[in-house]
């Protein structure tokens, strides 16, 4: 059955013809990085469509960039949804968060029901005080 996951999951970043994949970083050269980045260069949406146009199959963001509020971390997934992403990936913001079932039942609210980051926010409340 892990083979079964492994290999959609591989399937959705590996050109299916050639079997290779362009990943962009988004690292600290961005965060950190010459103060003449242009501001739209940290909007999720530019770099999300950027990436896409550009014909990489994904993007690597490091702790740095993460968002560490919940309504942050929701926004950030709901702008790269809007802007053409299949799915996230998200590690540390989830598990560092108080409640970590419920962000990611927030999380999957945006991405399978395309829920808006405010009823996100609602459902990730609602798990809270269920506790």
């Known amino acids: 059955m892990c083979e079964v996951g492994k290999k959609l999951r591989l399937n959705r970043i590996l050109d299916p013809k050639t079997g290779r994949t362009v990943i962009i970083a988004l690292d600290h050269g961005v965060e950190h990085g010459p103060s003449d980045f242009p501001e739209k260069v940290l909007d999720p949406k530019v770099i999300v469509k950027a990436t896409a146009d550009g014909g990489a199959n994904g993007i690597m963001l490091h702790k740095g960039v993460a968002r560490y509020t919940a309504e942050e971390v929701l926004t ?19 598990w560092a968060y108080g409640d970590p079932v419920g962000m990611i039942k927030a999380i999957h609210d945006i991405v399978f029901e395309n829920a808006n980051v405010k009823e996100a926010l609602k459902r990730l409340q609602l798990s809270a005080r269920r506790k």
């Open 76 to 94: 950030m997934v709901k702008e790269v949804m809007e802007a053409g992403a299949a799915g996230v990936t998200i590690g540390r913001n989830v």
